[in-house]
């Protein structure tokens, strides 16, 4: 029985990254290097690229700094050079993002 149960995959899944029961009562799968929960395995392996040293990183030519993924320097890189497209309306602060314009309103001017 044991051997048909190493041929499922979701049986190899649960002994390679490990399963927990939830408060739901379904079961979540779980790093077993931090023991952090996820609600899904696609989650839980990228989460799992973060422990792999062996993995490739994207440095920033301007601060050195390193990210796992080109979409993470992508976005990094435009502090540095992109064009400030967004604005405060109440001090004039410019803003590569909008979400940075937003977080400024809430911190600082106390809006939304």
């Known amino acids: 029985m044991f051997d048909e149960l ?12 490990g399963y927990r029961s939830s408060r739901s009562g379904g079961t979540r799968p779980y790093c077993p290097i931090c023991h952090q929960d996820f609600y899904d395995r696609q989650v839980l392996k990228r989460h799992m690229d973060r422990h792999n ?11 050195s ?3 796992l993924y080109a979409a993470g320097l992508y976005r990094h890189r435009k ?18 993002y909008s979400l940075s314009l937003t977080s400024h309103l809430k911190n600082n001017h106390s809006l939304y």
């Open 6 to 17: 190493e041929k499922c995959s979701s049986f190899r899944e649960s002994k390679k990254f």
């Open 53 to 63: 040293r062996r993995r490739q990183t994207f440095q920033c030519d301007v601060c």
């Open 65 to 67: 700094k390193t990210f």
């Open 79 to 96: 502090q540095h050079g992109g064009a400030p497209v967004f604005q405060c309306p109440l001090c004039q602060k410019t803003f590569v």
